[in-house]
């Protein structure tokens, strides 16, 4: 079955820290930049952070600039979304998705094949 699966969410302290994965099945992902997206409620999606195929291009938008980290591990089809100083603002719905052209603007990662997503929730 091709999908995209992410994991790694949960309840974290404001101050704290969580690393999200994103294991692709049923494709090859090393042939694909990939993206990390968030929904927060009530808002519209926003894209946080994108690595080109090769993993040698990274780029985050300022609101998460020095605190969200993307890697890849091609060999295990995985990506990774490192997260840390976390406040009650980085509270969302985060998806990994595929087939976009990573670039320093966000509105242009126009994604077509998408995660289920893994809820964060940043609360004392």
């Keep these: 079955q091709v999908q995209l699966v992410e994991s790694g969410g949960g309840l974290v302290q404001p101050?704290?820290?969580l690393r999200l994965t994103c294991a692709a099945s049923g494709f090859t992902l090393d042939?694909?930049?990939i993206g990390w997206?968030?929904?927060a409620p009530?808002?519209?999606r926003e894209g946080i952070s994108?690595?080109?195929s090769n993993g040698d291009t990274t780029f985050e938008p300022d609101?998460?600039?020095g605190r969200f980290t993307i890697s890849r591990d091609n060999a295990?089809?995985?990506a990774y979304l490192q997260m840390e100083d976390l406040s009650?603002?980085?509270t969302a719905i985060y998806s990994c998705a595929t087939t976009l052209i990573c670039s320093r603007t966000p509105a242009y990662w126009t994604p077509s094949f998408w995660g289920r997503g893994t809820q964060v929730t940043v609360s004392s």
């Design 50 to 52: 994108c690595i080109s």
């Design 88 to 90: 009650a603002e980085d």
């Design 31 to 33: 042939r694909y930049d």
């Design 37 to 39: 997206f968030r929904q």
């Design 15 to 17: 101050g704290g820290s």
């Design 42 to 44: 009530g808002k519209e």
């Design 63 to 65: 609101s998460v600039k």
């Design 76 to 78: 295990k089809n995985t």
